[in-house]
C-alpha cells in the first residue's frame, strides 16, 4: 500500500489528536470504526464556516478528501498496515450546510473518491452523506469510516 501512497502523490498525515475524550479508531472483531475526522491539516483547520456560503463545492470536496484521509491514517493506526484493508464499508460524511444547500452528495465526492483511488475496488463502500447546522470547531465537513481488515 506504501508504493500505491506514493505513486498517487499522497503522504498519510499523523492521526489527529482527539478533540474529547474519545480514540480516533476502535477495532470491533474484524472492522476499524474511525471517529468523524474533521480536516485538519498540521493541527489546524483548512478552512472554517459553511458549504454553500462562505465555502463552495469544489472547495468543500477538497475538505471531504482531507477528511478522509484524516480517516484512513486513524484506520492505519489502529491495524497497523493498510495492506490488512479487505473492504472499506461505509462512510458517512456530514455537511456543515447552509440551510438552502442540497448538494451534499456531491461534497462527500471528494472522500469517497479518494479512498477508491486509494483501494481500488476494495474502496467503494456504501455511504450516507448528511446536511447539518454545525460541526465541531466550525468545520465545514467531517467524515468517519467502517473498514473491514485481515
Not at 49 to 67: L, N, S
Amino acid at each position: 500500500m506504501a508504493a500505491r501512497l506514493s505513486e498517487l502523490g499522497i503522504e498519510l498525515p499523523a492521526v489527529a489528536v482527539p478533540a474529547g475524550a474519545y480514540v480516533p479508531a476502535v477495532i470491533s472483531g474484524n472492522l476499524v470504526f474511525t471517529a468523524g475526522q474533521i480536516p485538519l491539516v498540521d493541527g489546524k483547520l483548512m478552512a472554517t464556516g459553511k458549504v454553500g456560503q462562505e465555502i463552495d463545492v469544489d472547495f468543500a470536496r477538497e475538505i471531504a478528501r482531507r477528511c478522509a484521509l484524516n480517516a484512513v491514517a486513524a484506520v492505519q493506526s489502529a491495524i497497523g498496515d493498510l495492506d490488512r484493508v479487505k473492504k472499506v464499508v461505509k462512510v458517512v460524511g456530514f455537511v456543515s450546510s447552509d440551510p438552502s444547500f442540497t448538494a451534499q452528495p456531491q461534497v462527500i465526492n471528494g472522500a469517497s473518491e479518494l479512498l477508491e483511488q486509494i483501494f481500488g475496488e476494495v474502496g467503494i463502500h456504501a455511504r450516507s452523506a448528511v446536511g447539518v447546522a454545525v460541526l465541531p470547531l466550525d468545520a465545514p465537513v467531517e467524515v468517519e469510516l467502517i473498514v473491514e481488515f485481515e
